[in-house]
């Protein structure tokens, strides 16, 4: 009953991207094999309320994997109430997906979310600075192999010889040592082992802080575009994930997330109307089309966002 609830309306929501607009009662129930809309908004409310029972009978599962993560040290990051709540958001997306004909007990696939949902926002929280939770679990799968190479080798492997081993390239291995290894340190905390001008003419310790030293050595400007430019490269690093190189293209001229340099003379930097990115691209789209290329694309990197 849930799978057909979330059916009917993810294929609402896909008639609405296709059409450009709400779809009739008449196209949904076409669309989905219904007689009309009554049969339709039954399906709907027995799914939610399946989804509710399936939930509400559950709840004590998640109270039992709270009561883990607490006895193993958790509670100094998070209180009980912070991780009942992110296992009930687990449970609740094990009810939604949950296809009874695969075999499986409930109870063993909600245990995966609910787990999931616990160790991905804690893995997000723990750090001042977060970094994406697909690192985490890479930088993981480096190490081990870090380890076992330096076995073999007898020194320390190569970033290349990393990458090899795990699939990844050696510029990727390179950006998730570092996302990882990042350290934050506080601006007021005062530096260590420095020395000024005291006012009889010898040295005295000095009280500077981080702050002091990192104030004015960039203008405001540059810290901008610094920020604008790592932004944009992990926007375009995210969507290659998940679209072809094509679509993304598409994207990235219609948002103004190109590179100045790449643009044609005339073209300025920023976003492109529909128009212009149909004329900027090798293949016969009109507006229109490029258009309905970037809502499709927008909806699937919600969905896979969603999903990580």
């Known amino acids: 009953m849930t799978q057909e609830a979330m059916r009917l309306q993810d294929l609402y929501n896909k008639l609405e991207i296709d059409l450009d607009r709400k779809p009739s009662d008449e196209e949904w129930c076409a669309a989905a094999g219904k007689i009309n809309m009554e049969a339709i908004r039954r399906a709907i409310e027995d799914g939610i309320a399946a989804k509710n029972k399936l939930v509400t009978s559950n709840l004590r599962m998640v109270q039992s994997v709270v009561n883990v993560y607490i006895r193993n040290g958790l509670e100094s990051n998070y209180n009980a109430g912070d991780l009942m709540q992110e296992?009930?958001?687990?449970?609740?997306?094990?009810?939604?997906?949950?296809?009874?004909e695969q075999g499986f007990r409930f109870s063993t696939y909600a245990m995966y979310w609910i787990r999931s949902a616990m160790k991905h926002s804690h893995l997000a929280q723990s750090r001042v600075v977060p970094i994406?939770?697909?690192f985490d679990a890479?930088?993981?799968?480096?190490r081990r192999a870090e380890k076992d190479l330096r076995k073999l080798l007898g020194r320390t492997p190569t970033d290349a010889e990393?990458?090899?081993?795990?699939?990844?390239?050696?510029?990727?291995?390179?950006?998730?040592?570092?996302?990882?290894?990042?350290q934050?340190?506080?601006?007021?905390?005062?530096?260590?082992?420095t020395l000024r001008s005291g006012g009889g003419g010898g040295l005295e310790s000095s009280e500077?802080?981080?702050?002091?030293?990192?104030?004015g050595m960039e203008s405001k400007e540059e810290s901008r575009e610094l920020r604008r430019?790592?932004?944009?490269?992990?926007?375009?690093?995210?969507?290659?994930?998940?679209?072809?190189?094509?679509i993304v293209r598409i994207v990235v001229l219609r948002f103004g997330l190109a590179d100045p340099t790449s643009l044609p003379l005339g073209y300025r930097e920023g976003p492109l109307t529909f128009r212009k990115v149909a004329q900027l691209i090798d293949q016969d789209y009109t507006p229109d089309q490029v258009r309905r290329i970037v809502i499709r694309a927008l909806a699937e990197l919600k969905e896979k966002v969603a999903d990580e």
């Open 87 to 100: 296992g009930i958001v687990g449970l609740i997306r094990a009810a939604e997906r949950y296809e009874p």
């Open 132 to 134: 994406p939770i697909r």
């Open 138 to 142: 890479h930088y993981k799968r480096i």
């Open 162 to 182: 990393l990458g090899a081993a795990t699939d990844f390239a050696a510029e990727y291995v390179v950006r998730c040592k570092r996302a990882v290894a990042q």
């Open 184 to 193: 934050t340190y506080s601006l007021d905390q005062a530096l260590v082992n």
């Open 208 to 215: 500077d802080t981080l702050y002091d030293i990192l104030e």
């Open 229 to 246: 430019r790592y932004l944009r490269e992990d926007l375009i690093e995210t969507m290659h994930r998940t679209l072809s190189p094509d």
